[in-house]
């Protein structure tokens, strides 16, 4: 580690969104939307689309609790649950498809969760095939599906190959035995390559595996482990995300303390060693977290400048209309969010009565659109410019002082209303982003609220 970097990891490692979304959802006001509202924003998005929309599925159940995992599950080994659920997303997605004036043009659809493949492979056909028998597939579509590969058979990829998908992403995290237990997810390398292998065989274009660092009991060592084992496979893309611990949201962390959890300055040792492994394998830098070879569409993305952010992460898709089925989905109007029912019972209760299961959302006010692509412009383009009118002066004064505490620690550099991210910075983009976000400068909240930086 540089002598340098030890004070900064101490200054910036600090409780800060991660801005898949702008504003972020704890400053969401459900008060400025409603179901009319929503409708209205999707179809005149859709309408500016010209029809073209990406789609976005939870399928929310897991056999096993991982308890690093902060996402919303529902933990069964009742697959009788399967058939009501598939059922109620198709009819969250007919209440969508009756709001839109023309024939739907699907640009993409993901399958997140929970497990997928928690259901059977006749299920996920009979959900997809029920979700595009009346859209029209663009040619060059992206169908992708996060995988936990003790739960996949060979059957689901096939299956889902003749649909159309032909992207796969597989939760790896580490495969050091210790790390595996804390978390309860013992998964092994054979397993992982057999999932890999059946991917290949069927002709899925784009393979990602996720890692984690910072996990508890985790070290350099298993870092160093698990990449190693990762390169033998060459997938195609690599996230490499850092650990949220966020016990006061996900109850089941608290498993095990923060005295089990790498310090900061640990835990930027496993990204730095973790990285280096990873750009000597001929793995490219992308964005905060991402790693791509040079022929995979996100790196080529990223050289055009064409590289976009929403809740799955990076994407080469810069959709403006993402609708979320299934439990705590989030669906994207760009000028609207709105949130699904967090639990399966009272989601599956609003479908049935023909009504959108929304919970939670937000109306984007002028200045909200227009610090979305100031920071959109940060996280995937390492730049922007804050000068518009909208702002307030207030605001962008207080901004520029921040970033220029920031520019004294080597993390940007200034000139007029332009900022641009240093390659020191660009481990620091959660931070830089923050100095331009309203919703923090107006609450100066933080604590309890999001993961730390680093």
């Excluded at 007029?416 to 991210?421: S, T, Y």
Aim: glycine share 4%; aromatic share 10%.
């Amino acid at each position: 580690m540089k002598p340098s970097i030890l004070p900064l990891l101490q200054k910036y490692d600090l409780p800060t969104p991660r801005y898949t979304s702008y504003p972020t959802v704890p400053y969401w006001d459900f008060a400025s939307i409603n179901e009319q509202k929503w409708k209205d924003t999707v179809v005149n998005t859709f309408r500016e689309e010209n029809g073209e929309i990406c789609i976005y599925i939870h399928l929310p159940f897991c056999e096993n609790m991982c308890t690093f995992c902060a996402c919303t599950k529902r933990i069964t080994v009742n697959h009788a649950v399967e058939d009501p659920y598939i059922s109620a997303v198709l009819k969250e997605w007919a209440l969508y498809r009756s709001l839109l004036p023309t024939t739907p043009i699907i640009k993409e659809i993901h399958l997140g969760g929970g497990t997928p493949t928690f259901f059977s492979p006749d299920n996920l056909v009979q959900l997809i095939s029920g979700i595009t028998k009346d859209a029209i597939v663009t040619q060059d579509h992206e169908f992708s599906i996060e995988v936990h590969p003790n739960y996949t058979t060979e059957e689901h990829i096939k299956r889902l190959a003749e649909l159309g998908f032909n992207r796969i992403s597989l939760g790896v995290q580490d495969f050091d035995p210790k790390v595996q237990f804390v978390i309860n997810r013992i998964q092994s390398f054979e397993k992982t390559k057999e999932v890999v292998d059946w991917a290949r065989a069927y002709h899925y274009n784009s393979i990602n595996i996720d890692l984690v660092y910072g996990l508890p009991h985790q070290t350099i060592s298993s870092v160093e482990h698990t990449v190693e084992r990762i390169q033998t496979l060459m997938p195609d893309r690599i996230a490499f995300y850092s650990y949220a611990h966020v016990p006061w949201k996900s109850k089941v962390q608290r498993r095990y303390t923060e005295t089990d959890l790498p310090a900061a300055a640990e835990k930027w040792a496993m990204y730095s060693r973790g990285r280096e492994l990873l750009e000597a394998a001929g793995f490219q830098s992308i964005g905060m977290d991402h790693f791509a070879l040079a022929n995979d569409k996100l790196f080529t993305a990223a050289r055009a400048g064409k590289l976009h952010r929403n809740f799955m992460g990076y994407t080469t898709t810069c959709s403006k209309l993402i609708i979320g089925l299934g439990v705590s989905s989030i669906s994207d109007a760009w000028n609207a969010f709105a949130q699904n029912e967090k639990e399966v019972e009272a989601y599956e209760a609003k479908i049935n009565q023909g009504v959108l299961p929304l919970v939670h959302g937000h109306l984007l006010k002028e200045e909200d659109v227009v610090l979305r692509r100031k920071i959109l412009e940060l996280m995937c383009r390492n730049q922007t410019e804050l000068d518009d009118p909208e702002l307030d002066p207030a605001f962008v004064q207080e901004a520029f002082h921040k970033l220029s505490l920031l520019e004294a620690d080597g993390l940007v550099t200034l000139s007029g209303n332009r900022i641009e991210v240093t390659p020191l910075g660009m481990s620091f983009i959660r931070n830089i982003s923050a100095t331009i976000d309203a919703y923090l400068w107006r609450n100066h909240s933080g604590a309890n609220t999001f993961s730390k930086a680093i």
